[in-house]
Nanobody, 112 residues
């Protein structure tokens, strides 16, 4: 069982930046791919970016060039650097580890 705790969300103006963190504990040694998802009100949860244990990354088209996913395996922590934020990036952002472990989410609100 893996426990995930996100942090770093908040309110920011359009064009601003935020950095999300996801700290993993428990059976962290079995974690392979980790990912960030987001869910806006009334919409389905969608993949934002993912990263394998060796650092291979994948991004949704709507964040390419603006967001950067990274991880520090020595700290069992994953990050999402979000730059050039837009109001449409407003959502609850969730961390996911492996196939079934989810964090509780952190709210990101971008004002216009």
């Amino acid at each position: 069982q893996v426990q995930l705790v996100e942090s770093g969300g908040g309110l920011v103006q359009a064009g601003g930046s935020l950095r999300l963190s996801c700290a993993a504990s428990g059976s962290a040694f079995i974690i392979t791919t980790m990912a960030w998802y987001r869910q806006a009100p009334g919409k389905q949860r969608e993949l934002v970016a993912s990263i394998t244990k060796i650092g291979s990354t994948n991004y949704a088209d709507f964040v390419k060039g603006r967001f950067t996913i990274s991880r520090d395996n020595t700290k069992n922590t994953m990050y999402l650097q979000m730059n050039s934020l837009k109001p449409e990036d407003t959502a609850v952002y969730y961390c996911k580890a492996g196939l079934t472990s989810w964090g509780q989410g952190t709210q990101v609100t971008v004002s216009s």
